[in-house]
């Protein structure tokens, strides 16, 4: 039988990885719509966006860290208004919804993991605009709702961190990455399957609604990310100089740890990501990745 499911957001970083994934599903009919498409702070909108479709996948949010902590209420109508539009049209016509949401829920003091059961407590404005869209789907979606938190996304289709370091190794010689913030650097495409199969056990009523980490196992800093990339580009690790935050200042607090358990995963019979620096590793290979490696690699750099 074939399911409908709509992705929200698919225009971004993570939704062009979503749709792609859902897509590839013969058994599926899937409908992408970006932010020029679906107004989620629209009620009537997102209604009538959502008829039909037995699948909601929420990729859709103010992602501006820093412009949220000078703007909070156009954030949060976002993240937390439009995820509540999201819920409300999902309970109303009994579809799954899959909602994405962030590490930048906990206040990241803690040493360990933090599980999915752990106190919240944001330190900036986008981490509040993001816990008022998780409150939101757990009240509306008790039975239906799945909360997927994740972190450090990078991939092919927009501006990320992994790009980014491989466009100034080809402008510099030596680069200051922070590396005092801990974290999951995750793949896009590797969160996109993994998201995929919840939907299908959500679906099939296999696995339990409610939080679930969607981030890499283990965890580095931004500095060994940067290392690890410049290692696996061909490029000398050692041009990766180590500073502290304080280099750097921000208008909104960044966790100093914001790590991931993946404990429900198991609950729900699947199995988590894998590594941080596999999904790293296989990412690489994609062609623009690639390309920017060879630039990098091929380049006249300067200081």
């Not at 020029?36 to 929420?58: E, K, S, Y």
């Not at 309970?91 to 930048?104: I, N, P, Q, R």
């Not at 981490?127 to 509306?140: P, Q």
């Not at 000398?236 to 966790?255: C, H, L, M, Q, T």
């Amino acid at each position: 039988m074939t399911t409908s499911r709509l992705v929200v957001g698919a225009g971004g970083l993570l939704g062009q990885a979503m749709l792609a994934e859902l897509t590839a599903d013969p058994d599926t009919v899937t409908v992408g719509l970006g932010r020029d498409q679906l107004d989620i702070t629209d009620l009537p909108a997102v209604r009538a966006a959502v008829a039909g479709h037995r699948l909601v996948v929420n990729c859709a949010a103010w992602t501006d860290v820093d412009g949220a902590e000078r703007s909070e209420t156009a954030a949060t109508a976002v993240n937390g208004t439009g995820v509540r539009h999201l819920a409300r049209a999902c309970a109303d016509s009994g579809a799954v919804l899959l909602h994405v949401s962030t590490d930048y829920v906990f206040p990241g003091d803690r040493r360990e993991p933090y599980p999915e059961d752990a106190p919240t407590g944001p330190v900036n404005a986008y981490g509040r605009s993001k816990l008022a869209g998780e409150r939101a789907v757990a009240e509306l979606l008790p039975h239906t709702g799945y909360i997927v938190r994740t972190a450090w996304l990078y991939g092919s289709h927009g501006p990320n961190f992994v790009a980014t370091m491989l466009e100034l190794a080809a402008r510099h010689d030596t680069l200051d990455v922070v590396a005092d913030q801990h974290g999951q650097p995750t793949w896009t495409r590797a969160l996109a399957r993994q998201l995929g199969a919840l939907g299908r056990a959500a679906l099939a009523g296999a696995a339990p609604a409610g939080i679930y980490h969607g981030t890499a196992a283990g965890h580095t800093t931004w500095h060994g990310l940067a290392r690890e990339t410049f290692r696996l580009s061909g490029l000398d690790p050692e041009r990766i100089r180590p500073v502290g935050s304080d280099k750097f200042p921000r208008p909104a607090a960044r966790p100093a740890f914001g790590v991931l358990g993946h404990g429900n995963w198991l609950r729900a019979g699947l199995v988590p990501l894998p590594p941080w620096d596999d999904q790293l590793t296989a990412a690489l290979k994609e062609p623009e990745f690639a390309a920017l490696a060879s630039a990098a690699r091929g380049s006249t750099r300067r200081t």
